[in-house]
């Protein structure tokens, strides 16, 4: 079976890395990464990854207006979102718009897994 491909969008470079690490020694490709809501955009345009984590609070475009654009591009994109406790009436509002789940910040990569597993089983 062909591994999963996933694009991470933070814009931590460390937040990055540290799911970059969780996701590749589960077995999934992270093929590409962006540091921003615009970046995001047009990177899930050229990409089409399966699955997309995505940050919430970001410079230039935030995530929920990302997920928005992306779901208009994708109506079946596979979007999880990522917050930090506190924000979620923000996860609520991503969720409304078609974020398939949530994982919460700092990550446990168990969490991350269980989340990442079964949003990319559909």
């Known amino acids: 079976m062909a591994k999963k491909r996933v694009m991470i969008v933070d814009d931590a470079l460390f937040m990055r890395n540290m799911l970059?690490?969780?996701l590749e020694a589960d077995?999934?490709?992270v093929v590409a990464e962006a540091a921003d809501g615009a970046e995001a955009v047009v990177t899930y345009r050229d990409v089409r990854p399966d699955i997309v984590t995505l940050d919430i609070?970001?410079?230039?475009?935030?995530?929920?207006e990302a997920l928005r654009e992306?779901?208009?591009?994708?109506?079946h994109a596979r979007v999880v979102i990522c917050?930090?406790?506190g924000q979620e009436s923000l996860?609520?509002?991503a969720q409304s718009f078609g974020a398939r789940d949530f994982i919460l910040k700092?990550?446990?990569?168990?969490?991350?897994?269980?989340?990442?597993?079964k949003v990319s089983e559909g």
Do not use: L, Y
């Open 20 to 22: 970059r690490g969780i």
């Open 27 to 29: 077995g999934f490709e």
């Open 57 to 64: 609070i970001m410079p230039v475009k935030n995530g929920i």
């Open 70 to 75: 992306i779901m208009a591009i994708d109506p």
């Open 83 to 85: 917050s930090a406790v």
């Open 91 to 93: 996860v609520q509002k």
């Open 106 to 117: 700092p990550f446990n990569p168990d969490r991350v897994k269980e989340v990442i597993r």
